[in-house]
């Protein structure tokens, strides 16, 4: 049984006529990793925020097991936007992580979130105002967020933009824990960086968003 199921999705912003994404299917199930390449501009950040239930599609469907999508954003699904600015919302970095942990888990403890943290080396910077980490710091808290509570279905749109190696590295072992755990995730990367992508994750469906239409590679 298919946990993401995607039917006929198509998708165009209100006042305009270009439809952004035409006719796309998927279906992912618990345990996957799946990578959406794409280059600027082919509609991957808006593909994520539909799976997320931010945005509604235009026509078709999109399910978690037999739900809508919309019905359960943020309870079975967590993201971690392409620019970590504009995903803050709390004053501090614990806040971040402990928030979501007790929206998915009923359980936001501060041990728990601490754990979390200290996964992605993040710990030492618990009390500080997440606007005032380096961009690599940034990426990882937007992750620790996304993954807090073991959401079914994660969704990363380009983490790997922004750090450095060794970080690059952590956040694939935190994807592969993730999905090991039975979650889903779906990462999204640039088509210039698809080899580096595809070695870090080895995920196991490879798809090249283009035209609006989603393609396997």
Same mark, same amino acid.
């Given at each position: 049984?298919?946990?993401?199921?995607?039917?006929?999705?198509?998708?165009?912003?209100?006042?305009?006529?270009?439809?952004?994404?035409?006719?796309?299917?998927?279906?992912?199930?618990? !345990?996957?990793?799946?990578?959406?390449?794409?280059?600027?501009? %082919? $509609?991957?950040?808006? =593909? @994520?925020? &539909?799976? *997320?239930? /931010?945005?509604?599609?235009?026509?078709?469907?999109?399910?978690?097991?037999?739900?809508?999508?919309?019905?359960?954003?943020?309870?079975?699904?967590?993201?971690?936007?392409?620019?970590?600015?504009?995903?803050?919302?709390?004053?501090?970095?614990?806040?971040?992580?402990?928030?979501?942990?007790?929206?998915?888990?009923?359980?936001?403890?501060?041990?728990?979130?601490?754990?979390?943290?200290?996964?992605?080396?993040?710990? !030492?910077?618990?009390?500080?105002?997440?606007?005032?980490?380096? %961009? $690599?710091?940034?990426? =990882? @808290?937007? &992750?620790? *967020?996304? /993954?807090?509570?073991?959401?079914?279905?994660?969704?990363?749109?380009?983490?790997?933009?922004?750090?450095?190696?060794?970080?690059?590295?952590?956040?694939?072992?935190?994807?592969?824990?993730?999905?090991?755990?039975?979650?889903?995730?779906?990462?999204?990367?640039?088509?210039?960086?698809?080899?580096?992508?595809?070695?870090?994750?080895?995920?196991?469906?490879?798809?090249?968003?283009?035209?609006?239409?989603?393609?396997?590679?």
């Amino acid at each position: 049984m298919q946990d993401l199921i995607v039917r006929n999705l198509w998708f165009k912003y209100p006042r305009t006529e270009k439809f952004v994404l035409r006719g796309l299917n998927m279906e992912v199930t618990s !345990g996957e990793v799946i990578l959406v390449l794409g280059r600027n501009g %082919s $509609g991957k950040s808006t =593909l @994520l925020k &539909i799976l *997320a239930g /931010v945005l509604e599609p235009s026509k078709g469907k999109v399910l978690i097991g037999c739900v809508k999508a919309s019905e359960v954003a943020g309870k079975l699904t967590g993201m971690a936007l392409q620019d970590p600015m504009h995903q803050f919302s709390f004053i501090t970095v614990l806040e971040e992580v402990s928030v979501p942990l007790k929206i998915r888990s009923g359980n936001g403890g501060r041990k728990r979130a601490l754990r979390l943290l200290h996964t992605l080396g993040l710990e !030492g910077l618990a009390e500080r105002s997440p606007y005032t980490l380096s %961009s $690599g710091e940034a990426r =990882l @808290l937007t &992750i620790a *967020a996304a /993954v807090a509570g073991r959401p079914r279905l994660v969704l990363l749109d380009e983490p790997f933009t922004g750090v450095d190696p060794n970080q690059a590295i952590l956040i694939a072992e935190i994807v592969r824990r993730t999905a090991s755990s039975g979650s889903m995730v779906v990462v999204t990367s640039l088509l210039a960086a698809r080899e580096v992508a595809k070695g870090l994750l080895n995920p196991s469906q490879n798809l090249v968003l283009e035209g609006g239409r989603l393609m396997d590679l």
